[in-house]
Structures are given as structure tokens and as C-alpha cells.
């Protein structure tokens, strides 16, 4: 199982997000969010990036997510929507449940999967250790990359997160 | 709005617009689209009416879908090819799927129909940027992977799109879907010869932005934005009346005006290219556009159109300033002559 155990996850993940788009309430789509984000987590480490993956937990889930939380919290209805509590929600949530387990019965089953790219059993999601770095860990050199000859990267999307607020500010402050 | 917030934002649209345009990474490229739609959205909602909250809501949906799309296609890209940088798009796939995206972004059929709703639905100087700054930068993105765009599709798009230009824009009397449904036509004008010559392209491009907004600057300053409230202008400025009439004209494509020169380039440059059905097809179609536009004109400057007696004496207020008006004026009539200096282009 531990050879699978990104293919697994990545079946988790895509259900924590049908879940999510089926649209319950919004306080069941954060719940999902965790889910996804604690699976997502998952992936990112067993591909050897387990400073992003603590990054998630700590800031997505952590910081963005609890706030998230707070305000639906505080704007939510009396009795609010489950994925069985109404039809169309759970119409929506079992099609997508459907399509991704049939998805992966033609992983399972099938030789090679070509949708747009090749995909060849379930032994291409296996990680290998390809040994090329060395003792480096290759996502802390990304993430010192993103400093220092990404720097207008960092200068774009911090320009971007800013007029994102003034943005929202704008929009909802009305006349 | 505050003023230096709002100078803000539409700096940043501008530094979107130029992230898009300058930068060779592919996911830079998609965050200058980002930047640039989150940073127009409270240009849309200028005034606070539901109006312009639908209509801005529904540029957002439109928008995010087909960034969306553009950064699925962007990571087939990568998949296929094992690079970032902007070249041609090397998997067909991919390629589809970008060009889909970014006739999203342009508003080509048939992804057009939220062009007229979102136009409609703002002010006049909003709507003046929606449709010339924001069509730059996915024109830009097209212009820079023309060598792998499936010609089939485009051309499809392109055609399909000044058919819908001229009928839509047949039975409205709000000058801004008109110019909404002039804009989807003139999208499809420059994507038809993107493959052939992507020049010509760039041609038509800066020379609808400048028939459009001649329009727009003459339509904000007689604050019309129906054809009755335009066909008073003769009793508020009546020398704007000829120049509706010269710039009208000079949209629709005729010839001693310079916007016949984008028309007789393309259509000489496809005629080259040995396809002789296409351009006389969408000569033919724009003649559905002429017409709308030279009803504008019969109303607006060649007879008085019937109103009411109090219409006749109005009262006339200070005059709006208008930015740049007379240069755009004979920008926009009068280069029909310097066709010759197009050579220097290539």
C-alpha cells in the first residue's frame, strides 16, 4: 500500500473537492477543506517537500481556513444545508463521486490511461528516488530560489495580495 | 471612490497588462491576467446600482473561467514539453484549449454573450476601458503563440464572430451594446488573419482602439447612451454631429477613411494566402455592421430626428472635458493615406 500511497491520496483529494462543489453550506465546504488540505499535505511530503507541506497546514489550514471559519460562522443560517439534505446537493456529490470511482477502475483496470497525457498503471504515481541533488533537500532550494532570483515574482503577487484587499474593501463597501 | 485608491487600482490594471505583455514565463502571464481582472472589477462597479454589480459579477465568472483554463492548458504545456517559456504551444491539445481561453478573454463567439450584458451594465468611461485596454493583453498572448493555433478553430471563431457582430448589433438602440457587438466583429476581423500575418493583427488592433475610443469620447460628451439621447446632440454641440458622422463611418470601413485600411489589408493578405470564400464572406457580413452604425448616423447628423418641442431648446451646461478628442478624431479618419508605411512593419 505505501508504494500507492500518493494514488490513494490523490482519490481523497478529489472527493474532499466534490464534496466542496456539490455547494453545501459553507461551513461543511471548510470541513471538506481540511480534509483536502490535511491530504494535500499528504502528497506534497511524499514527493519530499515536507517544509511546504508543514506550510499548508500552518497557514492554509491554520491561518486562512480559521478565519474562513470565524466569518461563516458568524453569517450562517439556522439550519444549514448537508450534502443529504438536499436533492440536488446530493445528486451532485454522488456524480461526481460516481465519475472519479469509475475514473479510477480504468486506472485499475485499463494497461495505459491516454486522456491527454500517458498514463501507464497505477506504478506511475510510485515515487522513485532519483538521487540527483544529493543532501540537498531540492523544495528548500526552490523556496530560497523564490527569494532570491524570484524577487520579482515575490514583488508581483505581494503587489497582488495588497490590491486584492483594497479591492474587497472597495466592492464591499458600497456607496 | 477614494481618489488615490482608485488611482491605485487602475495602475494595477495597467501593471497587469503590461506583466502579461512583457513577461516570458507562463505563470507569470497568468498572474498579470489575475491582477489585471481582480484590479478591474470596482472599475465596473463604479456607481452602486445592482446593474453594474451584475455586470461585474458576470465579467468575474467569465474571466476566472477562462484564466482558468488558460492555466490547464499552460500546465499540458508543461507536461508536453518540460519548459515555461512563451514559444509556440507544443501539443495540440494544449493549444486548443489556450486559444479557447483567450477567445473567452476577447469575447469571440461563442464566447461573446457577455459582452453586451456586461457593457451595458457599467458607465460609459468603464465600458471605454473594457473594451480597448482589456482586449491588449490576450491579443498580445494570441499574437505570441500564432505558429500552433489550430487553424480550423480560429478561423471558425472569427467568422462565426463578425456574423454575430453584425446581426446582434441589428436591433439595438443602446449605444453600448452597439458598440459591444462592434467590438466582438472587430475581434473577429483580427483573429481571421492572426495566422496569416499576426502584423496586420497588431494593425487592426490600434486601429479599432482608436475608432473606439473617438466613439466612446464623443458619446461621454454628450452623456448619450441610447440613440434618442445621441440624436439631440445637433441642438447641444453641433460639430459633433459630423464628427459621429466621419468616425461612424470610418468604423464601418469605408474607404477614403482610415478604418478601411485593417479591412483591405486583411482581406489582401487572406486573398494571398489562396482563400478567396473567406474574406469575401466577411466583407459580406460587415456590411450588416455598416448598416447599423450608418443608422446611428442618419439619425444623429443627417435629419433631425422627431422629439419633443422641449428637446429643442436645451439648456447648455458646462461642457465636459474630453481627453485627447480632436487628435483621435483625425487619427481615426484620416491615415488612410499612410498605408504605404506599412511596409516599414515587417
Known sequence: MMTYIVFILSVIFVVSFVGFSSKPSPIYGGLVLIVSGGVGCGIIMNFGGSFLGLMVFLIYLGGMLVVFGYTTAMATEQYPEVWVSNTTVMGVFLLGLLMEVMLVLYVLKGEEVGVVFKFSGVGDWAIYDTGDSGVFSEEIMGVAALYSYGAWVVIVTGWSLLVGVLVILEVTRGD | ?346
Open chain 2, 1 to 346: 471612490m477614494n481618489p488615490l485608491i482608485f488611482t491605485t487600482i487602475l495602475m494595477t490594471v495597467l501593471l497587469g497588462t503590461m506583466i502579461v505583455m512583457m513577461s516570458s514565463h507562463w505563470l507569470m502571464i497568468w498572474i498579470g491576467f489575475e491582477m489585471n481582472l481582480l484590479a478591474i472589477i470596482p472599475i465596473l462597479m463604479k456607481k452602486y446600482n445592482p446593474r453594474t454589480m451584475e455586470a461585474s459579477t458576470k465579467y468575474f465568472l467569465t474571466q476566472a473561467t477562462a484564466s482558468m483554463l488558460l492555466m490547464m492548458a499552460i500546465i499540458i504545456n508543461l507536461m508536453h514539453s518540460g519548459q515555461w517559456t512563451i514559444t509556440k504551444v507544443f501539443n495540440p491539445t494544449a493549444s486548443i484549449i489556450m486559444t479557447s481561453a483567450l477567445a473567452m478573454k476577447l469575447g469571440l463567439t461563442p464566447f461573446h454573450f457577455w459582452v453586451p450584458e456586461v457593457t451595458q451594465g457599467i458607465s460609459l468611461t468603464s465600458g471605454l476601458i473594457l473594451l480597448t485596454w482589456q482586449k491588449l493583453a490576450p491579443m498580445s498572448i494570441l499574437y505570441q503563440i500564432s505558429p500552433s493555433i489550430n487553424l480550423n478553430i480560429l478561423l471558425t471563431m472569427a467568422v462565426l464572430s463578425i456574423l454575430v457582430g453584425g446581426w446582434g448589433g441589428l436591433n439595438q438602440t443602446q449605444l453600448r451594446k452597439i458598440m459591444a457587438y462592434s467590438s466582438i466583429a472587430h475581434m473577429g476581423w483580427m483573429t481571421a488573419v492572426l495566422v496569416y500575418s499576426p502584423t496586420l493583427t497588431m494593425l487592426n488592433m490600434l486601429i479599432y482602439i482608436m475608432m473606439t475610443l473617438t466613439m466612446f469620447m464623443l458619446f461621454i460628451h454628450s452623456s448619450s447612451t441610447t440613440t434618442l439621447s445621441l440624436s439631440h446632440t445637433w441642438n447641444k454641440t453641433p460639430l459633433t454631429t459630423t464628427l459621429i458622422l466621419i468616425t461612424l463611418l470610418s468604423m464601418g470601413g469605408l474607404p477614403p477613411l482610415s478604418g478601411f485600411m485593417p479591412k483591405w489589408m486583411i482581406i489582401q493578405e487572406l486573398t494571398k494566402n489562396s482563400s478567396i470564400i473567406l474574406p469575401t464572406l466577411m466583407a459580406i457580413m460587415a456590411l450588416l455592421n455598416l448598416y447599423f452604425y450608418m443608422r446611428l448616423t442618419y439619425s444623429t447628423s443627417l435629419t433631425m430626428f422627431p422629439s419633443t418641442n422641449n428637446m429643442k431648446m436645451k439648456w447648455q451646461f458646462e461642457t465636459k472635458r474630453i481627453t485627447l478628442l480632436p487628435p483621435l478624431i483625425v487619427m481615426s479618419s484620416l491615415l488612410l493615406p499612410l498605408t504605404p508605411m506599412l511596409s516599414i512593419l515587417d
